[in-house]
């Protein structure tokens, strides 16, 4: 039943009652997360770290060498010693030595720490293998151990990654093969450009995990 105020009122459309539709379209899900990755990416790239390498000897400027071994690394280390000497380099032996049974991290850790506070520019450990010293010196903050078994090994150690400690194995290579790697190891320069970035970021790594450091 209409009453007369109801003749007056104004009519409202069905359409006046429904919510307006949004008329862009939604976002796919893939759309969604190409967003969600830009943003994660603005979160989380930074720019890359790039320093510069530890200054090297300049040529004919013999670096300064700390070098040690374990009991089976010990006649080995003696030769290698003996003929840097011969050679001109500033050689500091951290032990062991004798023959006598020792532990490898203690020398290794020797080792390390001279090159890692400076007091010596490249370090040489040899145990049995090389693996297990290379595994302690590296606990060294600053310190790059690499363990190398041929002429390339010791090439590509130091070009591309800038070691500046070299392990070796007494039980795996011979003397005059290790004498070649020696010298091999301590003639390559660091290489710069994209192999020094890559470095770099493995310092950045090692630095991220030193809270006590800058």
Known sequence: MTTPLDSHRPRRSRSTLQPALVSAAMPTEVEIRQVVSRVVAGLTTTEPVRTTPTPQPTPGDKPSIAIGCDHGGYP??????????????????????????????????AVAQRVSSGESTYGIIIDGAGIGSAIAANKVPGV??????????????????????LTLG?????????????ETWLSTAWAPGRHADRVAKITAIERSYLRSRP
């Open 76 to 109: 080995l280390k003696e030769r290698i010693g003996f003929r840097l000497r011969e050679q001109g380099y500033d050689v500091t032996d951290c032990g062991t030595h004798s023959a006598e049974s020792v532990d490898y991290p203690d020398f290794a850790h």
């Open 144 to 165: 790059r151990a690499a363990l190398c078994y041929d002429i390339s090994s010791a090439r590509n150690s130091r070009e591309h990654n800038h070691a500046n400690v």
């Open 170 to 182: 007494a039980g795996l290579i011979g003397t005059n093969l290790a004498q070649q790697i020696v």
